[in-house]
């Protein structure tokens, strides 16, 4: 098993920059990669930004590139999703998935094995 807590999340204005991170614990050395999604009330879990652990290979949502970074620690088994020039349609619960068996970055919800609880993100206009 490995546990996922997300923190960084909070009320933000439009323009403003957040930083995200999920610390894995537990069986943590199985994790291949890592990724954020998002999700709003009554819409589908949306795929942000992923890592893959041994190489680092980054992949992102069209809607995020630019914007966001994504970047693990693989010691301390942390990893960070850097939010800038926030927007008000960022406004979304992220959620931090780890997948065991993915070697890619990959964007798929049902390649990641272990999810966390969420944390709010609210940019105000």
């Known amino acids: 098993q490995v546990q996922l807590v997300e923190s960084g999340g909070g009320l933000v204005q439009a323009g403003d920059s957040l930083r995200l991170s999920c610390a894995a614990s537990?069986?943590?050395?199985?994790?291949?990669?890592m990724g954020w999604f998002r999700q709003v009330p009554g819409k589908e879990r949306e795929f942000v930004a992923a890592?893959?652990?041994?190489?680092?290979?980054?992949n992102y949502a069209d809607t995020v590139k630019g914007r966001f970074t994504i970047s693990r620690d693989n010691p301390k088994n942390t990893v960070w999703l850097q939010i800038n020039s926030l927007k008000p349609e960022d406004t979304a619960v992220y959620y931090c998935?780890?997948?065991?068996?993915?070697?890619?970055?990959?964007?798929?919800?049902?390649?990641?094995?272990?999810w966390g609880q969420g944390t709010q993100v609210t940019v105000s206009s």
């Open positions: 998935a780890a997948a065991v068996l993915a070697d890619t970055a990959t964007s798929r919800a049902g390649s990641y094995d272990y």
């Open positions: 537990g069986r943590a050395a199985s994790v291949s990669t």
């Open positions: 890592v893959t652990w041994r190489l680092s290979s980054t």
